[in-house]
């Protein structure tokens, strides 16, 4: 295959952003969905999963400047030394010059090593630690916490894993709590994104206003939804 067949094929482009976006969006999607089929509710819990790492995942990004920001702290290590080694290139070069064969291949192999390390993020709940944490996500962008979001976005992330670990098995999830847990982890993204936003340098207008309009159609869809089913524990109001 030659190098203009190669990349006249069919590739999808994303990023960080673009996913928080679409995470989102599919989200409202499927809130909407749920009003006529609760079974829609088990997509709704991966997408909204999914869309509060992203805006995690963009908040802690945006204010660290670099790619390392949401990383796992042990990634986190293996960047910094993946620069290090970037900013020794000139040191290899002119071993390489000066004919110390040895010590040229040392460092051209600690460079590709460091080269081939796939980098990890961090994990669902340190990503939701970390950005209420001052030190990591500087004030005014840090969250500070109500009382009970925690508590409900350690259930969205258990359902999602017993989602998406799912075993063979008959199951049924009680989906009471769903109003709750909805008001809190869109509370949470609108704090990220809309009233404290780090990252909407890297959105568009377009962009800003269908975060608005999503979170807007998932609380609405959600409360909707609650009343249909004579829920006492609906969302609380969006944050004024």
Not at 108 to 132: H, Q, Y
Not at 195 to 208: A, G, I, M, R
Request: include cysteine; hydrophobic fraction near 35%.
């Amino acid at each position: 295959m030659s190098e203009d067949e190669e990349f006249n094929g069919i590739y999808l482009c994303t990023d960080e952003h673009l996913e928080f976006i679409d995470a989102l969006k599919t989200s409202a999607n499927f809130s909407k969905e749920v009003l006529n089929n609760t079974y829609a509710m088990k997509w709704l819990i991966l997408a909204l999963h999914a869309a509060l790492q992203g805006a995690c995942v963009c908040a802690l990004e945006s204010i660290h400047g670099q790619t390392d920001g949401s990383l796992s702290v042990k990634s986190q290590k293996e960047y910094a030394e993946t620069k290090r080694f970037a900013e020794e290139y000139q040191d290899i070069v002119a071993e390489y010059n000066n004919g110390d064969r040895k010590k040229f291949d040392q460092l051209s192999k600690g460079v590709r090593n460091a080269l081939l390390r796939e980098p990890k993020l961090a994990d669902f709940l340190t990503l939701f630690e970390w950005i209420k944490n001052p030190e990591r996500l500087l004030p005014p962008y840090t969250f500070n916490q109500n009382i009970g979001i925690y508590g409900d976005v350690k259930r969205l992330h258990k359902l999602r894993n017993n989602v998406i670990h799912f075993t063979p098995k008959g199951w049924s999830v009680e989906l009471s709590g769903m109003p709750r847990i909805v008001s809190s982890v869109t509370e949470v993204i609108e704090h990220l994104a809309v009233k404290q936003p780090s990252f909407t340098s890297h959105l568009t207008d377009e962009n800003v206003q269908q975060v608005k309009q999503s979170l807007e159609d998932i609380r609405n869809n959600i409360s909707e939804w609650a009343r249909q089913h004579n829920l006492q524990d609906g969302p609380r109001p969006a944050p004024g």
